[in-house]
T-cell receptor, first 114, second 115 residues
């Protein structure tokens, strides 16, 4: 049963600390997306990759957020320094370019910044 | 600029009846549409999709209708079951363009099915 995995599922940290969220896309998928869900903004696209190359990160606050794909099986989203307004659920999704644009989501990381 | 809109934040339906969730879009380049279902504390789950070359796609109790001229799609659930209670997101893609699979999501509709 192929699925996207995300770690950690929950993270509580203090303002100013670095936060790293990890995502393992479905094997064989070559596009990876990072979303943030807040009450006000719905599902907000932060960044996405194709074949590990960043295509668009215009949705991210660049001064504090960074997204990378060290290899095809791992995507990371870092926040440094974290702020209380970053508290949200962060989802990773993967898909296969060249076919229907269906994305498959992980369970999310719930981040609370105190 | 909200390119995909779900104007009903919530919908309440009796078990066994039909649930109709609506979605409007403004970008005429969108050519692929999806519905996702989301339970609390879980990620969105792909439910059903439709290409712009069709006007209807059916999968069991779920049917999606697309009206391109009105830039409107709807999801019908018949019969509705209490387990269908979730947040439903509409999403759209202009897959043939340079989006590389990027989806634009609506704000979601909370469906509650009462026993």
């Amino acid at each position: 049963d192929a699925r996207v995995t995300q770690t950690p599922r929950h993270k509580v940290t203090e303002m100013g600390q670095e936060v790293t969220m990890r995502c393992q896309p479905i094997l064989g998928h070559n596009t990876v997306f990072w979303y943030r869900q807040t009450m006000m903004q719905g599902l907000e696209l932060l960044a996405y990759f194709r074949n590990r190359a960043p295509l668009d990160d215009s949705g991210m606050p660049k001064d504090r957020f960074s997204a990378e794909m060290p290899d095809a099986t791992l995507a990371t989203l870092k926040i440094q320094p974290s702020e209380p307004r970053d508290s949200a659920v962060y989802f990773c999704a993967s898909g296969k370019a060249g076919g229907p644009d269906t994305q498959y989501f992980g369970p999310g990381t719930r981040l609370t910044v105190l | 600029d909200q390119q995909v809109k779900q104007n009903s934040p919530s919908l309440s339906v009796q078990e066994g009846r039909i649930s109709i969730l609506n979605c409007d879009y403004t970008n005429s380049m969108f050519d692929y549409f999806l519905w996702y279902k989301k339970y609390p504390a879980e990620g969105p789950t792909f439910l059903i999709s439709i290409s712009s070359i069709k006007d209807k796609n059916e999968d069991g109790r779920f049917t999606v209708f697309l009206n391109k001229s009105a830039k409107h799609l709807s999801l019908h659930i018949v019969p509705s079951q209490p387990g269908d209670s979730a947040v439903y997101f509409c999403a759209a893609s202009d897959g043939g363009g340079t989006s590389y699979g990027k989806l634009t999501f609506g704000q979601g509709t909370i469906l509650t099915v009462h026993p």
